[in-house]
């Protein structure tokens, strides 16, 4: 089994770049709808309902999961259901929406390692 799927099984992150490193590192394009200095939210390119955004934090600090969070994290799970407010309000969700937070080591075949707030809107 090759390192970055032996990492996804164990539920260890690997060294190496994930997807999401490499959004924010501006090395995979995305459609950014919302960016500031925490988070970075995104259309996803297989989009699961008409409006289907990522909202990740661009900095981990261990936090490749929500069963990872600890005391030291808070700040940033609020802000990232903060931006989600925004992002909704941006994209004149005014019907409500939907908020999903997968917490499995590879969440549908994601490669992620990343904590990754999903926005739906149906």
Known sequence: MAFKEEA??????????????????KEIPSEVVYEDEKVLAFRDIAPQAPTHILIIPKVKDGLTGLFKAEERHCEILGHLLYAAKLVAEMEGLKDGFRIVINDDPAPQGCESCHLCVFTFAF
């Open 8 to 25: 996804a099984v164990s539920g260890v992150p690997s060294d190496l770049p994930t997807v999401f490193d490499r959004i924010l590192n």
